[in-house]
Structures are given as structure tokens and as C-alpha cells.
């Protein structure tokens, strides 16, 4: 009676959740994703109730599919996946009904299959090696030392400063402090022993000996034994179906081992007990340079604590390296990585090679030669330095720096290839501000990777982002789209939420909960109310959140007022705001005060553009016009509209004699392009800001260029090729297969449905 109770219990709960997809749930926005993570909750107290709520997803999931309710197989699935792998022990039979499931979303559209695909996958190997999926993501997250799985991640959360206040900036580190004080490597090791041998023995495991067993060893036998399950684990996944009764043997081998070297006395024997799954490595960052990201993610990779000797610089990276073409390149613009070369140029100052004998010189001779005085070494930053970037890069997939003799007639070894043993998670708390400096961020990063290429074949880059404003709860409610200039900053986040509906109900309720957070009494009372429920959401938007939905960066060629002064270059992410600029000098005051009466308000502008057709048939136009200021947004108002363009609302002044006398009327003019040039006739000067932010605000300025922004290793293949080849208009080899546009992508759970 009482399983019957409490399978009802969690039904009840699922279909709760499912209403609230569907926007019929009663309770206030505000509380909206609190559903989900006290579904968990409820799990994560009695572990046993994990193959209750997996049968009851996979149910629903199976409703869900003959019926008409795909936009409910998306989240039941990202949920019963976070319970599989947290789950003690899961039957064969209740796997196998979810693998195929999984099998059969391949023949739905994207992002269905993707996502089936990838879950079919982990289920797979899960069901080969109970627990494997458990033990990587937690060897992973914690940065635990593994062979068998040398692979590291590490979450990195951005916070702009000028956008959050310091409360809740230090409510926001508080919170991670204490999610993870419990996280010790010794208790992650723990942890993946105690899961994994759960996992493989089910009820045979007596987990509370075998917690008490490993809680009284020393750090040395639980590094011991955690080398000795993970490679068994990491053994079975490599050998398939096969190895399935092995890999059994060999666990409970390890089990009675464990046991028998630390006697834990008698210890009654319980059912499955739950292994907490611990929250990743965080590390907040106020955003104050910028080059801060670029920076965090070469200290992720090559930690300064490591020697950077010049006899340990890698020869790898010279596979890489990128040819003086680069210069010739026209988005490359940026000064290079200079290195500091120890050889003086002169003969004399060259080490004698030991296979010549040494001829001696006599002292006219040796005085005739070049000397050279002593000078000041420059002692380069160890973020700059190029011994810095090549120096301990050596490791699993890494080819050694040593470079052995090789005998005559044998070829040389072909490097060993780079891997990506490294996943940096990017997260951004802020509003559409934070992400116009991640796009300029991005663009650089990828700028200094076409010149000397480091962190792409080491590193994987993945962006998320959390919409945090002040304001009251409702200021995201669907009702009120067009309301308040607050609103207006979350474009980006309202759009993902239009996109995914996941993400709406746990990503964007996050915008007024943080702040609600740094308000709250600092009491114990508070620890118990928030239960680090934001440290939660966040480790399973990054956990689960695979899909991401790709944004056009646009970019921006400003030209001043001042002949001297040279045109700068920018990017932006969501919107462009033009201005007429106030300042006006005084001998100019009176003429314009002339022509505004006679002409109307704004500046005379000349827009040429080309207009975005159906057909994709390219058609420039160019009009004239009067105008007070226009805006370009690049996020789409509407969610059946897909075209990849800016939309220009230009405001248009326009004259209208009638018999009371002269008058003006604005006129919006609205018009969809990907190329567009603004320039000022009369060479009056506007203002341009760039993303919302008016720390990017450009002034006198006369012309703006904005274009699509080009990815810059599409640049320079494609400059390499015209200088090797006669100049086409077409792409013609590898340049034809390179990703031509540069696009910032923010993972979701479901990226957009189709």
C-alpha cells in the first residue's frame, strides 16, 4: 500500500510538471522550475523511489509520443536522464525500455534526434558498465586524477560588476561556498567507489559497510582504491556486451577486498542507499578586463603553479602555427605573440656543435669578431609568454618534447594528435549588456586563435547563460512583452525562452530568484529556504543543457567626424542605437537651428542597403531621408520568423505643409538587410551605442558599416587562397568547407524545436 502511495505521489508530481509546460499551472512566475528540483529533492531522500520515477517517465515519455505532446519528450527525457544517473541501481529491463525509446526519437527532426542519439549513446555504455556514467561526470567535474579518464571540467560563472550589485554578487559566492564545503577529493573518491559497486552488485552491495569501510581509511588506500575501480569500470566499457559478467566478478572481487582491509564491523545489511552526486567545481569571476576570459581559460589549461622552463617548451604547437600570411589578412588586424629569442645572431655566440672538432682560434682572431654588450632582459608576462602557452602542455594525447635520435633510414614518428581532455563551461549572469562583451570576448579569442592556435585543439568551449535583472517577479511575464525599458534587456533570454520551453521554466525564473536571494536575512533560517537551490539549477542547466542555439555576431566599422582620427571596428550581439548627437559647436549652433526649422528635427542620412528577399537574390537599394535616430536588432520578435537579418526601424521625419502652416510627423520605416551603410550628408555627427551598454558608446560620428561578422580563420584560408590562386568570387577549396560567419553559441536543453 504504501509503494502504491508513494508511486502516486511522484505522478501526481510529473503531471504537475507537465501542466506547467503548458502555461496552466496556477502558481506565480516567480516559482516556476521549483517543480522539477523538488521532484529531485524527493528522490535524492529515499534512492530507492529511483526506478519508480524512471517507469513513470518512461511512460510518459511513451504517451507523450503517440499522442500529440512532443513539446513534453524533451524535458521528461533531460529528467529521467539526471535520475538514471544519480540512481543506485537501475534494472536491465527499465534500461533497455529507455534505450529504445531513444532509438526511435531518430526518426523525429532535430533537435529531437540529436538529443536521442546522444542519450542512446550514454545508455549504451550504461548499460555495459553499470555506474560509468556517475563516474565520469563526477571524475570530470572534480578534476580527480584518472588515467583511464584523464578528461577535466570546470564552470566558470561571469559576473559584470557594473550590472550586479555587490550583494548579489556576494549572496551568489556564498551560496557556492556552501554547496561546496562537503566536497573534499576524498569524498568524490568515495563517492565514485560506492556508486560504482552499487551499480554492478545492486542489493548484493551492503552500502553502509562499505561507506563506513572507506570513511575510516587514509587518503592513500582510497586513492587505491578508486585506481582500481575506475579502471575496471573504464575496462568493461571498452570490452561491450561481453564483459557485462566480468566486469561483475571483478567488482565484487574489489568489494570483498575493501571490506576485508578495513574491518567495519557488524553492520546491518539495508537496501540501495543513495551516493550524492556533488555539485562541479565552480569559480565566480567579476568581469573586469577583457581579456579576463581569455586569460582564465589558459590558466584552466596550463595552471601557473606548472614549471615553464624553455627545456619543456612542446613542439606541438609548431604543427599549428600560422604563416606571416596572416598579416595580409583584413579582420586579423592585432598585433602578434612576439617571442624572445635567446640567439644573438652572431657566430661567435653559438653553442659548438659536439660532433665538430673545436678549432682553435687565435686571440687577434677572437678579438677581431663582433662582441656584444650586455642589455636589459625583458621578463615577459607568464600570460604572454609564448614558453608560457607551449611549456607542460605534455600529457595523454600530447607527444613528449624530448626528441629521441632516431636511426638513419627510419621515418620520424608523425605527432601524436592533440586532445580536447578539457571542457570549459562559460557561464553569464546579466543581462543582453554581459553578452555584447562575451561577443567581443569571443571574437578576440577566436582572432588570437588564428594567429597562434592554443586552446582549440585542447580545449572545449561551451557558453550558458542565466538572465538576472532587478525588478518586480512579473516583469517577464508573457502579458507584458511590451512593457518596461527593463525588459528590453533580456531579448536574448526571452527569445531562448521562446525557443525552449525547458529552459524557460528553469532558466529565466532564475532572473528575479537571485536577486531575491541577496536580500534575504542571513539567518540559518535562510540556508534552509534557498537549500542551495541556485547552485542546483545551475549544475543542471550545465549537466543537461547540450543544445545550442547559434546567434549571427555582427560587425560594426565606425567613421568619425575627425579626418585624423582612424575608423574603429567593433561587434555587437543584439542591437545598434544611432542618435543625433547633442553637442553641436557654437558656430554651428545657429545654421542648425536654420535648418531644423526649415527641414524638420534629426540629420539628413543615406542608406544603402541590401534587402533581404526569399530568394536570397542579392538587391541593393539606397534611399535618402531625414531622421532622428534608428535601431538594429538582431534577436527576432517573432518566433516563426527565421530569417538570419537585422531588422532597421528608422525613424523618418517627414514634412507636410498644409494650411495652418508646416508641420512634422515621425515615421517609422522598417526594412530587413544583412549589409547596411549609414552615412550623414551633411556631416553632422550621431552617436552610436552598441548592445544597450553605454560604456560602448561611439560619438561624432558621420558613417557606420555593418555586416555580418566573418569567422577569422575563414579569413585568412580564404586570403591564403587568392594569394595561391587567380582571385574568384567563388569559394573555391578548403574555404568552401570553413564555417564563413562568426556565431556565438548559447546551449539550451533543446535548442530550438522545429
Request: hydrophobic residues 35%; glycine residues 4%.
Given at each position: 500500500m504504501e509503494s502504491t502511495e508513494v508511486e502516486s505521489d511522484i505522478l501526481r508530481r510529473v503531471r504537475t510538471l507537465l501542466r506547467e509546460l503548458d502555461g496552466h499551472h496556477p502558481a506565480c512566475?516567480?516559482?516556476?522550475?521549483?517543480?522539477?528540483?523538488?521532484?529531485?529533492?524527493?528522490?535524492?531522500?529515499?534512492?530507492?523511489?529511483?526506478s519508480v520515477l524512471v517507469r513513470i517517465l518512461v511512460?510518459?515519455?511513451?504517451?507523450?509520443?503517440?499522442?500529440?505532446?512532443?513539446?513534453?519528450?524533451?524535458?521528461?527525457?533531460?529528467?529521467?536522464?539526471?535520475?538514471?544517473?544519480?540512481?543506485?541501481?537501475?534494472?536491465?529491463?527499465?534500461?533497455?525500455?529507455?534505450?529504445?525509446?531513444?532509438?526511435?526519437?531518430?526518426?523525429?527532426?532535430?533537435?529531437?534526434?540529436?538529443?536521442?542519439?546522444?542519450?542512446?549513446?550514454?545508455?549504451?555504455?550504461?548499460?555495459?558498465?553499470?555506474?560509468?556514467?556517475?563516474?565520469?561526470?563526477?571524475?570530470?567535474?572534480?578534476?580527480?586524477?584518472?588515467?583511464?579518464?584523464?578528461?577535466?571540467?570546470?564552470i566558470f560563472i561571469f559576473a559584470d560588476p557594473d550590472l550586479l550589485s555587490e550583494a548579489i554578487c556576494n549572496a551568489l559566492v556564498t551560496d557556492m561556498e556552501a554547496a561546496q564545503v562537503s566536497q573534499s577529493p576524498q569524498a568524490c573518491m568515495c563517492y565514485v567507489i560506492t556508486h560504482a559497486l552499487q551499480a554492478a552488485l545492486g542489493e548484493g552491495c551492503n552500502s553502509t559497510s562499505l561507506k563506513r569501510s572507506l570513511q575510516d581509511m587514509p587518503m592513500s588506500d582510497v586513492e587505491h582504491w578508486f585506481g582500481q575501480v575506475v579502471t575496471a569500470v573504464e575496462c568493461a566499457g571498452g570490452q561491450g556486451s561481453t564483459g557485462r559478467s566480468q566486469h561483475t566478478a571483478r567488482m565484487e572481487k574489489i568489494y570483498h577486498d575493501v571490506l576485508s582491509s578495513c574491518p567495519a564491523g557488524d553492520a546491518p545489511l539495508g537496501g540501495l542507499q543513495g551516493t550524492p552526486l556533488p555539485n562541479p567545481s565552480f569559480s565566480f569571476h567579476l568581469w573586469t578586463e577583457d581579456d579576463q576570459l581569455w586569460k582564465e581559460l589558459v590558466l584552466f589549461i596550463r595552471p601557473l603553479s606548472h614549471t615553464c622552463e624553455p627545456s619543456c617548451l612542446s613542439q606541438d604547437l609548431d604543427n599549428f602555427e600560422i604563416p606571416d600570411i596572416v598579416s595580409d589578412c583584413e579582420c586579423c588586424q592585432q598585433s602578434r605573440f612576439s617571442v624572445l629569442s635567446t640567439d644573438s645572431g652572431i657566430e661567435r655566440d653559438l653553442p659548438a656543435a659536439p660532433e665538430e672538432p673545436f678549432s682553435p682560434c687565435s686571440t687577434e682572431t677572437e678579438q677581431s669578431r663582433l662582441q656584444r654588450k650586455g642589455g636589459i632582459k625583458k621578463k615577459p608576462s607568464p600570460l604572454e609568454g609564448v614558453a608560457f602557452l607551449q611549456a607542460g602542455c605534455n600529457g595523454p594525447g600530447v607527444k613528449s618534447p624530448a626528441k629521441p635520435k632516431r636511426k638513419p633510414g627510419i621515418p620520424p614518428e608523425p605527432p601524436a594528435p592533440l586532445q580536447r581532455l578539457h571542457t570549459a563551461r562559460i557561464v553569464l549572469l546579466g543581462d543582453d549588456r554581459i553578452l555584447g562583451r562575451l561577443a567581443q570576448a569571443y571574437h578576440s579569442l577566436r582572432k588570437r586563435e588564428t594567429r597562434r592556435v592554443f586552446l582549440t585543439p585542447r580545449l572545449n568551449l561551451q557558453f550558458y547563460y542565466i538572465p538576472v535583472v532587478t525588478g518586480q517577479p512579473d516583469t517577464l511575464a508573457a502579458a507584458d512583452h511590451a512593457a518596461t525599458g527593463q525588459e528590453d534587456l533580456c531579448e536574448v533570454a526571452r527569445y531562448l525562452g521562446r525557443a525552449?520551453?525547458?529552459?524557460?521554466?528553469?532558466?529565466?525564473?532564475?532572473?528575479?530568484?537571485?536577486?531575491?536571494?541577496?536580500?534575504?536575512?542571513?539567518?540559518?533560517?535562510?540556508?534552509?529556504?534557498?537549500?542551495?537551490?541556485?547552485?542546483?539549477?545551475?549544475?543542471?542547466?550545465?549537466?543537461?543543457?547540450?543544445?545550442?542555439?547559434?546567434?549571427?555576431?555582427?560587425?560594426?566599422?565606425?567613421?568619425?567626424?575627425?579626418?585624423?582620427?582612424?575608423?574603429?571596428?567593433?561587434?555587437?550581439?543584439?542591437?545598434?542605437?544611432?542618435?543625433?548627437?547633442?553637442?553641436?559647436?557654437?558656430?554651428?549652433?545657429?545654421?542648425?537651428?536654420?535648418?531644423?526649422?526649415?527641414?524638420?528635427?534629426?540629420?539628413?542620412?543615406?542608406?544603402?542597403?541590401?534587402?533581404?528577399?526569399?530568394?536570397?537574390?542579392?538587391?541593393?537599394?539606397?534611399?535618402?531621408?531625414?531622421?532622428?535616430?534608428?535601431?538594429?536588432?538582431?534577436?527576432?520578435?517573432?518566433?516563426?520568423?527565421?530569417?538570419?537579418?537585422?531588422?532597421?526601424?528608422?525613424?523618418?521625419?517627414?514634412?507636410?505643409?498644409?494650411?495652418?502652416?508646416?508641420?512634422?510627423?515621425?515615421?517609422?520605416?522598417?526594412?530587413?538587410?544583412?549589409?547596411?551603410?549609414?552615412?550623414?550628408?551633411?556631416?553632422?555627427?550621431f552617436t552610436v551605442c552598441l548592445d544597450k551598454d553605454s560604456r560602448r558608446t561611439y560619438r561624432n560620428v558621420i558613417s557606420v558599416e555593418v555586416s555580418p561578422c566573418l569567422e577569422p580563420s575563414y579569413c585568412l584560408q580564404k586570403t591564403r587562397a587568392m594569394k595561391f590562386s587567380l582571385p574568384e568570387t567563388e569559394d573555391v577549396g578548403l574555404v568552401k568547407y570553413m564555417p564563413k560567419s562568426l556565431l556565438l553559441p548559447i546551449n539550451t536543453f533543446a535548442g530550438t524545436i522545429q
Open positions: 512566475q516567480c516559482n516556476r522550475g521549483m517543480l522539477r528540483w523538488t521532484l529531485h529533492k524527493k528522490i535524492d531522500q529515499n534512492p530507492s523511489n529511483s511512460k510518459e515519455l511513451e504517451r507523450a509520443e503517440r499522442g500529440d505532446f512532443r513539446h513534453y519528450i524533451i524535458p521528461l527525457l533531460h529528467t529521467l536522464m539526471y535520475t538514471l544517473i544519480k540512481a543506485p541501481c537501475i534494472s536491465e529491463e527499465l534500461c533497455g525500455r529507455v534505450y529504445d525509446f531513444c532509438k526511435k526519437l531518430l526518426t523525429l527532426p532535430k533537435p529531437f534526434c540529436t538529443i536521442g542519439l546522444d542519450y542512446a549513446i550514454r545508455l549504451k555504455m550504461e548499460r555495459t558498465t553499470p555506474g560509468m556514467l556517475y563516474q565520469r561526470m563526477v571524475i570530470s567535474e572534480q578534476s580527480l586524477k584518472s588515467d583511464p579518464y584523464p578528461y577535466q571540467e570546470k525552449d520551453p525547458w529552459y524557460e521554466s528553469n532558466i529565466n525564473t532564475l532572473c528575479h530568484v537571485i536577486p531575491k536571494l541577496a536580500t534575504m536575512p542571513s539567518s540559518p533560517s535562510k540556508h534552509l529556504v534557498t537549500d542551495l537551490f541556485i547552485t542546483d539549477v545551475i549544475a543542471y542547466y550545465v549537466r543537461m543543457g547540450i543544445q545550442p542555439v547559434c546567434f549571427q555576431v555582427y560587425a560594426v566599422k565606425v567613421f568619425f567626424s575627425d579626418s585624423v582620427q582612424e575608423p574603429a571596428e567593433d561587434v555587437f550581439l543584439t542591437e545598434l542605437h544611432t542618435q543625433v548627437q547633442d553637442s553641436i559647436p557654437h558656430r554651428e549652433l545657429s545654421m542648425t537651428k536654420r535648418k531644423m526649422t526649415l527641414d524638420g528635427p534629426g540629420i539628413d542620412l543615406t542608406v544603402t542597403y541590401r534587402k533581404v528577399v526569399l530568394s536570397s537574390r542579392v538587391k541593393e537599394l539606397a534611399v535618402s531621408l531625414r531622421s532622428t535616430g534608428l535601431v538594429m536588432k538582431t534577436i527576432p520578435a517573432d518566433e516563426a520568423e527565421d530569417l538570419v537579418c537585422l531588422n532597421v526601424n528608422i525613424t523618418e521625419i517627414v514634412k507636410i505643409n498644409n494650411l495652418s502652416g508646416r508641420s512634422f510627423s515621425a515615421v517609422a520605416n522598417r526594412l530587413k538587410t544583412r549589409y547596411i551603410q549609414i552615412r550623414s550628408t551633411e556631416q553632422r555627427p
